[in-house]
């Protein structure tokens, strides 16, 4: 099955600078790749997917990049304000469904 | 209440006990999905319902008992649960099949077994 890693687990950054989170997965016929953002107490909320036909996609301050050969993508957070402070998961399809990295808990320091 | 809603969002449970979790979707999709979230661990995929089928068991023990009784409800039957099954508990919903699989998600439930 479909196995997804992600680094680092936790990210600290002041505020107004970039975050990068990075997956690399283990199926090459996985096509989809989507963002999670877990804050505090509440459910996981999908912020942005990128599929296999694409390298980059960007919404605002937040963009995925995708590398299929080398099967890593990555999330890039711009310009970070203290409300992006909270877990973020990357995910991968395999089989249908969705594998989950471990998650990284960003703080954004004021 | 819309989107995905999970009832009761706080439970806690002794280990003879059992209780029932609830699912409920809004979203007009036709494959439901439990997962666990525990502390420090990716989100584990316990169980997929597409069309009220189950298609995945992911190697889940047999304390945990799902059952979708249409593509709108789902129930996760707890009995002779672990204190390691504490844990968030977390139902999701999508359309099955076709070219997306994005996910949504309710806001689980909290178990604490004691």
């Known amino acids: 099955g479909e196995n997804v890693e992600q680094h680092p687990s936790t990210l600290s950054v002041q505020e107004g600078d970039s975050a990068v989170i990075k997956c690399t997965y283990s199926?090459?016929?996985?096509?989809?790749f989507p963002w999670y953002k877990q804050e505090l107490g509440k459910r996981p909320q999908l912020i942005i997917d990128?599929?296999?036909?694409?390298g980059e996609k960007k919404d605002q301050r937040i963009a995925v990049t995708l590398n299929k050969t080398a099967k890593h993508f990555s999330l890039h957070i711009t310009e970070t304000q203290p409300e992006d402070s909270a877990v973020y998961f990357c995910?991968?399809?395999?089989?249908?469904?969705?594998?989950f990295g471990a998650g990284t808990t960003v703080t954004v320091r004021a | 209440e819309t989107g995905v809603t999970q009832t009761p969002r706080h439970l806690v449970m002794g280990m003879t006990n059992k209780k029932s979790l609830k699912c409920e979707q809004h979203?007009?999709?036709?494959?439901m999905y439990w997962y666990k979230q525990s502390a420090k661990k990716p989100l584990e995929l316990m169980f997929v319902?597409?069309?009220?089928?189950?298609?995945e068991n992911n190697s889940v023990p047999s304390r945990f008992s799902p059952e979708c009784p249409n593509s709108s409800h789902l129930f996760l039957h707890l009995h002779t649960l672990q204190p390691e099954d504490s844990a968030l508990y977390l139902c999701?919903?999508?359309?099955?099949?076709?070219?997306?699989?994005?996910?949504?998600f309710g806001p689980g439930t909290r178990l604490t077994v004691t």
């Open positions: 999701a919903s999508s359309h099955a099949g076709g070219n997306t699989y994005e996910q949504y």
């Open positions: 199926d090459s016929a996985s096509n989809y």
């Open positions: 990128i599929r296999s036909n694409v």
């Open positions: 995910a991968a399809e395999g089989d249908y469904k969705l594998s």
């Open positions: 979203l007009g999709h036709n494959a």
């Open positions: 319902y597409n069309f009220k089928e189950q298609t």
